[in-house]
């Protein structure tokens, strides 16, 4: 029949705000489903402030260990393995990750992985399934901006920063925001030669 739904309330982007309001429409009775194509937990968790944080607290030491020579620490010569700090920050993401399905799953919401779409105002394709529901709330965020100029083939965004293969020698970043800024601290702390470039 027509009025027969899956679900009360459908969102779609397991963000933080998509978590969220998934959470708080359980709490209140709804029936609710959720589907996320990548990885549960948003921007924060898997693309900004958490990787970020730790990679921020890596590119710290160099400074730290050579300040430490001045307050009496005898320091062994250092170095730096980027395939590790990405081994370890991939392990910290993933386990916030969990946390978070873990979150929707004891809220009684339907976690599913896959990439909805609309078939009409109540309906949406996911994973081959029609799945219908009273509301539906699109929480799917943003992505970085690539402009259309000659090379931007060769470039990359601050999305694919946290897992370069390794650590490259040279980085012009283009921008002056506090992304920008703060992969240019980072990147710098961490050896490599960083111009930033402002576009006027």
């Keep these: 029949m027509k009025n027969e739904y899956d679900f009360d309330f459908f969102v779609i982007g397991g963000g933080s705000g998509g978590v969220r309001a998934s959470r708080v429409a359980a709490g209140h009775g709804a029936r609710v489903g959720i589907a996320e194509s990548f990885r549960y937990g948003g921007t924060c968790v898997i693309r900004g402030c958490v990787p970020k944080k ?3 607290q ?6 730290d260990f050579e300040d430490a020579k001045g307050f009496g620490w005898s320091v062994p010569p250092v170095s730096f393995s980027w395939p590790t700090m990405v081994a370890a920050k991939e392990q910290e993401i993933s386990r916030l990750s969990k ?3 873990n979150l929707l799953d004891t809220s009684g919401v339907a976690v599913i992985k896959g990439a909805a779409q609309f078939v ?15 509301n539906f709330l699109i929480a799917t ?14 470039a990359i965004t601050s999305d694919e920063a946290f897992d370069l ?6 980085l012009l970043i283009v921008g002056g925001g506090f992304i920008a800024v703060e992969f240019a601290g980072i990147f710098n702390g961490l050896g490599v030669d960083v111009t930033l470039g402002i576009p006027q």
Excluded: C
């Excluded at 009409?120 to 009273?134: F, K, P, Q, V, Y």
């Excluded at 901006?145 to 090379?151: A, E, K, L, N, S």
């Design 54 to 56: 730790l990679l921020v």
């Design 58 to 63: 890596a590119s710290h030491y160099a400074e």
């Design 99 to 101: 946390i978070y399905e």
């Design 120 to 134: 009409d105002s109540e309906t949406i394709s996911l994973n081959g399934r029609a799945i219908r529901a009273r």
């Design 141 to 154: 965020g943003g992505k970085p901006f690539r402009p259309t100029i000659p090379g931007i083939e060769l």
């Design 165 to 170: 293969p390794s650590l490259p020698q040279r």
